[in-house]
């Protein structure tokens, strides 16, 4: 079964300074790999996928992530952090064979930027 | 565009009582889902509609029911709601066609309170 794991509940960091939250995955094959930011009160907002090809991936609001397959990781990161990016972060990953587009989602990573 | 739209926004229910938060999209979707968010758990899958007439139980299907109602609606009963249900409830849909792998697009969310 596909699964994701975000190790840490929170993860504090000073504006202008780089952002990384942490994922690593499961599955029993070749994986695709989602990050979503949720800001409070509001549904989730797609930020980057990893589907194949170059392991950096670029996506909305300044948000890149690095697929590594030999960890099994593909963490978020962001090189000057913002106030604003003040979140919670979903790690989500789907395998290839699965042909419902289901997703595994996990626990999320609170984000506090401090000014 | 709307997008995703869920209603209603907020529910109150007692024990035992029953109600239907209803989900459409408008971007012409093929897959649609609904979702539970409990703090520290993530998203939990509770049922999806891989097209339209079909639905499948997800990881959490005990206690609810859907229907996909038309390609646009798929709505989810709470039969006896349960204070265990109390949650935030969120609808995704996807395109969910040919080789392209597309992200999910979510709704704001109902936040259900059981009492």
């Known amino acids: 079964a596909q699964s994701v794991a975000q190790p840490e509940d929170q993860v504090n960091v000073a504006e202008g300074n780089p952002l990384t939250v942490k994922c690593t995955y499961s599955v029993s094959g070749n994986p695709y790999l989602f990050w979503y930011v949720q800001y409070p009160n509001r549904g989730l907002q797609f930020l980057l996928k990893y589907i194949t090809g170059d392991n950096l991936v670029k996506g909305s609001y300044g948000f890149e992530a690095e697929f590594n397959k030999s960890q099994t990781s593909f963490h978020l990161k962001k090189p000057s952090a913002l106030v604003s990016d003040s979140a919670l972060y979903f790690c989500a990953v789907r395998e290839t064979a699965v042909g419902n587009n289901r997703l595994a989602f996990g626990k999320g990573n609170q984000v506090v930027v401090i000014p | 565009n709307a997008g995703v739209t869920q209603t209603p926004k907020f529910q109150v229910l007692k024990t035992g009582q029953s109600m239907t938060l209803q989900c459409a999209q408008d971007m012409n979707h093929n897959s649609m889902y609904w979702y539970r968010q409990d703090p520290g758990m993530g998203l939990r899958l509770i049922y999806y509609?891989?097209?339209?007439?079909?639905?499948d139980k997800g990881e959490v299907p005990n206690g609810y029911n859907v229907s996909r109602l038309n390609k646009r609606e798929f709505s989810l009963r709470l039969e006896s709601a349960a204070p265990s249900q109390t949650s935030v409830y969120f609808c995704?849909?996807?395109?969910?066609?040919?080789?392209?792998?597309?992200?999910?697009?979510f709704g704001p969310g109902t936040r259900l309170t059981v009492t």
């Open positions: 509609s891989a097209s339209e007439g079909t639905t």
């Open positions: 995704a849909s996807i395109r969910a066609t040919g080789a392209t792998i597309y992200e999910q697009y």
